[in-house]
């Protein structure tokens, strides 16, 4: 008995992302022992820009209206998928310039606005971040405390934010700050502002060829202009760029298991102790299939994610080109957005859940595998390791996570944050 494929989730790659994938490949395997050096002194990759920005991975998921590929947003997590087996600094890299920060203009900026900021993002020409997160206020952003107030026809921003992915670094970012009303809204500052302080955050235990920093606003003059979307909006700004970066994360996370698999793998068949290799014996075994268990069971749930984004990405953009007060009718809780956003918020949460965690657990599974010669940084499993710890914590700690993942089941009136 023969049965028809009637099924729309299609994993299998096209020729096109085939083609696109392997020279993503092929930049991450270019830029490898770069990243190591960096890594080691704590320094950028300045290797990412000019090798990643010839294959268009600078703006992968971005409309080509602005420069971009204009690719699907289940390619993009193929590619950070792959770019995470270089670690999660890199991966981090993309996750702020692109996914909670040029999707965030690509999603709610005025058309004045993506052409003016879009294509230099997309060239490299300027660096991308999102600032949100607060030393007071950090799985709570609600309870920020950066202010702004309307002064002289601009926008006056007081306040600091820590965390900053691509701080030091970013050109333009989007950050968030509470009116005098007491609604948040999204802004987007140039790195040159008058009043915009960035300093680098040292000392990490991770990710460290990634520049965090510390962003101070002091009397920060922010043109009328560059608010971003509908003002007293910018909460809801912020948590749908949270969508975006936690599915990056997930799908980061998968690289991170792939190449601590592949490391043990070969570590272990070639490393002998008590006259056999480690890849024979039975307990080695073990942490191998759980790497396995842990990359199979993540890779799906990401996947159905990505999806998930897609179509609450398609419904937006075609809202958009029929309604030119688009943002107000979702404003107004538009239902069929509604149950999109809720979809994809709530896969995209399970999916960094599960991820970040199976990634920790394999990493740290890795470091077993070698013993002593995984307790130097100088091995790719170790950096794997300290890296995969702060993915439990950042866009969303995990606990947080379990508390929304169930909340959002059981409705609003149920919820313990």
């Not at 993506?114 to 997160?133: E, I, Q």
Request: include cysteine; charged fraction near 25%.
């Amino acid at each position: 008995m023969s049965f028809s494929n009637i099924s729309k989730m299609n994993f299998e790659i096209s020729d096109e992302q085939k083609k696109f994938l392997e020279q993503v490949d092929e930049a991450c395997k270019s830029i490898r022992e770069h990243e190591s050096r960096s890594y080691l002194e704590e320094a950028p990759n300045d290797m990412i820009v000019p090798e990643f920005g010839k294959i268009g991975m600078l703006g992968c998921p971005i409309s080509k209206k602005y420069g971009g590929l204009g690719y699907d947003i289940l390619t993009f997590v193929f590619a950070l998928e792959r770019i995470g087996r270089e670690g999660n600094s890199l991966r981090t890299f993309f996750s702020a310039h692109t996914s909670i920060g040029q999707m965030v203009l690509q999603n709610w900026a005025s058309e004045e606005q993506k052409r003016k900021y879009l294509p230099d993002t997309v060239s490299g020409k300027k660096l991308m971040a999102f600032a949100l997160t607060e030393p007071d206020a950090g799985s709570d952003p609600g309870s920020m405390t950066t202010r702004f107030e309307e002064r002289g026809g601009d926008f006056i921003l007081n306040g600091k934010k820590h965390w900053v992915g691509n701080g030091t670094l970013a050109g333009v970012m989007t950050t968030y700050a509470r009116g005098p009303d007491g609604r948040i809204s999204a802004f987007i500052v140039e790195a040159g502002s008058r009043g915009f302080h960035a300093e680098e955050m040292k000392n990490k235990m991770g990710l460290l060829s990634i520049k965090n920093a510390q962003i101070r606003f002091e009397e920060c003059v922010i043109p009328k202009e560059n608010l971003l979307g509908t003002k007293g909006k910018g909460l809801s700004i912020a948590y749908s760029a949270l969508i975006d970066g936690r599915l990056s994360v997930a799908a980061g996370a998968i690289g991170v298991m792939k190449d601590c698999l592949d490391e043990s793998i070969r570590h272990s068949q070639k490393r002998q102790q008590h006259g056999s290799l480690l890849a024979k014996k039975q307990l080695i075994q073990e942490h191998i299939s759980a790497m396995i268990l842990n990359i199979e069971s993540s890779r799906w749930l990401v996947y159905r994610s990505a999806i998930a984004r897609q179509k609450l990405h398609d419904y937006v953009e075609g809202l958009k080109e029929k309604d030119p007060n688009w943002q107000e009718k979702l404003n107004r809780e538009d239902r069929e957005y509604s149950a999109l956003r809720a979809k994809a918020d709530r896969l995209a949460a399970v999916a960094k859940l599960h991820s970040s965690n199976a990634a920790y657990d394999s990493a740290n599974r890795a470091v077993q595998v070698f013993g002593s010669f995984a307790y130097q940084r100088t091995n790719r499993v170790a950096r794997h390791f300290l890296d995969s710890r702060a993915i439990i914590i950042y866009e969303g700690a995990n606990e947080v996570l379990k508390l929304k993942i169930a909340s959002l089941e059981l409705g609003d009136k149920y919820q313990a944050y």
